[in-house]
């Protein structure tokens, strides 16, 4: 599994994309769906963001591996995980369950991350929650560096570059 990490307008939806495409035998899964089905039936509960929810932390690792085991396929995640107790949880959820992940966290300067983040028309009304959470990133760049097992700058690559670093640097 290569999960791969960092704040919004880094790259990570476009270089899941284009692993996919070019891992044999690879799929997207996108761990947000876990978050969208537990915010349908946990509205009772208060939280900002469904990572906060210890359902979405436990679940993910069963769901990843589930669909692994089924599929036979390798899995790529897009997800940022900006906070260092949840990715932990993750970690060990995954050890759990057998599956080795490849951590890789996509770095970008923050003056990048705004360009990508305000030129992008898709989610528009994202963009201020979006924004907000550069600071987050860069609040956590340490520990994600210090956990990741690959870091890959985008600031200065095209999608296709990126996506070529992570195949260079990771042994499926």
Do not use: C
């Not at 906060?52 to 993910?60: I, N």
């Not at 995954?94 to 996509?106: E, I, P, R, T």
Request: proline residues 5%; glycine residues 6%; charged residues 25%.
């Amino acid at each position: 599994m290569i999960w791969l990490n960092g704040t919004f307008g880094v790259g990570k939806t476009t270089t899941a994309a284009l692993l996919a495409e070019r891992l044999p035998g690879a799929r997207v899964f996108d761990p947000e769906w876990v978050g969208y089905m537990l915010q349908a039936n946990v509205k009772d509960q208060e939280y900002s963001d469904f990572q906060q929810l210890e359902p979405w932390r436990t679940l993910v690792p069963v769901v990843v591996a589930e669909i692994a085991r089924w599929s036979g396929q390798d899995v790529v995640a897009p997800q940022s995980v900006l906070v260092e107790e949840y990715w932990a949880e993750l970690a060990a959820g995954f050890a759990a369950q057998g599956l080795d992940v490849v951590h890789v966290v996509l770095d970008a300067d923050r003056s990048t991350l705004e360009a990508r983040i305000r030129a992008d028309e898709v989610e528009r009304q994202a963009e201020p929650w979006r924004l907000d959470h550069i600071g987050r990133y860069e609040t956590a760049r340490p520990w994600l560096h210090a956990t990741a097992d690959v870091v890959v700058p985008t600031d200065r690559r095209s999608p296709e570059e990126v996506a070529a670093a992570v195949l260079a640097r990771v042994a499926v």
